[in-house]
């Protein structure tokens, strides 16, 4: 059976019978294959594709979307929350803590990365939890400490 993958136009689609569903091998969507057939109006998402989504409707509706964001201001969003992170590690705070009522602490900034990461994902509907999975797989094939470099 020869396949097309709507996203990309690749003609190279694999069925990942351990996954139940088909991949695109170029761009790497995954598609629901329950009943052996790939269904490409079904794309299959993750809990954490949710919540990217979630994620991003939510920055769109307080207006942090009006302009679109280039991937270096995306970028320097995320650096800046990881300075946030360091800077309540180096002063000793908890990892959250309420801070009238606002969540705060070393944790809580390292979290604030995570979803200016996934507010992006959202954006460029970015399948988080395939290249999360596909990322963790080939981590796991690399040698102790790769590359050897020293902190």
Not at 9 to 31: A, K, M, N, P, V
Not at 36 to 50: A, Q
Not at 51 to 78: M, P, Q, T, Y
Request: with cysteine.
């Amino acid at each position: 059976m020869s396949l097309t993958c709507p996203r990309c136009g690749s003609g190279r689609i694999t069925d990942r019978q351990d996954q139940w569903c088909w991949q695109c091998e170029d761009c790497g969507i995954l598609f629901d294959s329950s009943d052996n057939e790939p269904k490409f109006d079904k794309v299959v998402t993750t809990d954490i594709d949710k919540l990217a989504k979630l994620i991003h409707k939510n920055a769109v509706e307080h207006g942090w979307w009006d302009e679109k964001r280039s991937f270096g201001e995306v970028v320097a969003l995320c650096h800046s929350e990881l300075s946030e992170a360091l800077e309540a590690y180096r002063e000793g705070q908890p990892m959250v803590w309420n801070n009238d009522g606002k969540p705060d602490g070393i944790a809580v900034e390292m979290i604030d990365c995570v979803i200016r990461i996934l507010d992006w994902c959202g954006e460029e509907n970015v399948n988080v939890g395939e290249i999360i999975k596909m990322k963790h797989t080939y981590n796991t094939t690399r040698p102790y400490k790769h590359g050897g470099k020293k902190i």
